[in-house]
């Protein structure tokens, strides 16, 4: 772990590779699961007062989910996550005809339609945020699913933090970046060096 400003870093969000697959897992994140991605009251909020608009774009089960229990709830944890359909779809995935998923949200975001682009551990996906103490953790978060896009990264020599660079920065901001790539840098002068000794 290291630190940067309040947070703690996990060394695996430094060492390693990433870079979404798309063609091969075709967004199956989304879908895939027994609990819906993590929402802040914030966004449940922004959520909310967009649902009318939401609505009309997301299938008949999940305007189902919606009217029963809303647009979020208390996983187990009691952690409040976004609804999901048959245990396992977020209600604002769908999926074309090509049997690729995608976020509703984030469509009518890239349309103009929205300022608010999708809830942040979305945007963060494989980083998730936990409570360490009084301070936040950003974690790597390891899925089966996402075995191709770690071959990608592997294959791109991309590392999990730069290839999150936009959602890390709409998190934490420019300057709390510029200090985790300054901090990546010096360790890994320093495990190099450890290698060539």
Request: net charge negative; hydrophobic share 35%; charged share 30%.
């Amino acid at each position: 772990m290291i630190l940067v400003q309040d947070t703690i870093v996990s060394l695996e969000v430094i060492e390693k590779e990433f870079c979404c697959d798309l063609e091969s897992c075709k967004g199956c994140c989304c879908i895939e699961g027994d609990a819906g991605a993590p929402v802040t009251a914030e966004e449940e909020e922004k959520l909310q007062a967009m649902l009318p608009e939401l609505l009309p774009h997301i299938t008949k089960e999940a305007r189902e989910v919606i009217a029963q229990q809303g647009i979020a709830y208390n996983d187990p944890s009691g952690e409040r996550v976004l609804s999901i359909v048959n245990d396992k779809d977020c209600v604002f995935a769908r999926t074309d005809h090509n049997g690729w998923c995608y976020c509703v949200i984030e469509r009518l975001f890239s349309k103009g339609q929205f300022t608010f682009k999708k809830p942040i551990s979305c945007h963060l996906y494989p980083i998730r945020l936990t409570q360490i103490g009084e301070r936040v953790g950003v974690e790597y978060h390891r899925w089966d699913i996402c075995h191709s896009s770690r071959q990608l990264g592997h294959k791109l020599r991309m590392p999990l933090y730069r290839y999150l660079r936009e959602p890390l920065v709409r998190r934490f901001g420019q300057e709390w970046y510029d200090e985790l790539c300054l901090t990546a840098d010096e360790w890994n002068k320093q495990v190099n060096g450890a290698r060539e000794r």
